[in-house]
């Protein structure tokens, strides 16, 4: 399995402020996905990452909130705009196969004040 | 109704025991199916991936598939306190490339 990274790995922002978390990959790959988790809860998914186009939503999700970049296929950046309280959680890039297996990062813990 | 159901937790079982966490799905068109192990404060790990009806074994876990059931689980025989976690079931829509994921059941193996 590819080895995955993200930056940073954790923060504490003020309410208002955006912050983007990267997300980079050891080898070329198609499908990236953003999910959010909430303490306690599952997984979300936020949006897929498209190289080259934008993103795909996830309903409830919107690129003024989440904007996400994918220049190549080894990186990829979701900002969490003008955050708030409610935004608290953990931000999760993660890898996919054509057979549907998905490859997690260690997370980015977010927590906002 | 839910896409993925996962048998509420938590589950608690002394160790040298058999953990059997269960998840249905709704699609039955589904093709392929996950489990992921979560400790705490760490993201979510690949264990056991399953395609056709039956058994598949890897040390000590065996995933179940019953794709006439709409049923997947997962055995943890030989249960350590390094196996207590939160397991998720995962399960990729027919048509779809994304993965629907189960609330997750949390194990406590108690020594």
């Known amino acids: 399995s590819a080895v995955i990274s993200q930056k940073p790995s954790r923060d504490i922002c003020q309410r208002g402020t955006s912050l983007t978390i990267q997300c980079q990959v050891d080898?070329?790959?198609?499908?990236m996905f953003w999910y959010r988790q909430q303490p306690g809860q599952s997984l979300t998914l936020i949006a897929t990452?498209?190289?080259?186009?934008?993103?795909?939503?996830e309903s409830g999700f919107v690129i003024d909130k989440f904007p996400i970049s994918r220049p190549n296929l080894t990186f990829s950046t979701l900002t969490v705009s003008n955050m708030s309280p409610e935004d608290s959680s953990i931000y999760l890039c993660?890898?996919?196969?054509?057979?549907?297996?998905?490859?997690f990062g260690p997370g980015t813990r977010l927590t906002v004040l | 109704q839910k896409e993925v159901e996962q048998n509420s937790g938590p589950l608690s079982v002394p160790e040298g025991a058999i953990a059997s966490l269960n998840c249905t799905y709704s699609?039955?068109?589904?093709?392929?199916f996950f489990w992921y192990r979560q400790y705490s404060g760490k993201s979510p790990e690949l264990i056991m991936s399953?395609?056709?009806?039956g058994d598949k074994e890897d040390g000590r876990f065996t995933a179940q598939l019953n794709k006439a059931s709409q049923y997947v689980s997962l055995l943890i025989r030989d249960s350590q306190p390094s196996d207590s976690a939160t397991y998720l079931c995962?399960?990729?829509?027919?048509?779809?490339?994304?993965?629907?994921f189960g609330a997750g059941t949390t194990v406590t193996v108690r020594a």
């Open positions: 993660s890898v996919g196969r054509e057979v549907g297996e998905q490859f």
């Open positions: 990452a498209n190289q080259g186009s934008e993103a795909t939503y």
């Open positions: 080898s070329q790959v198609t499908m």
């Open positions: 699609d039955r068109g589904s093709q392929s």
């Open positions: 399953i395609y056709s009806n």
């Open positions: 995962a399960v990729k829509p027919v048509n779809d490339y994304k993965l629907s």
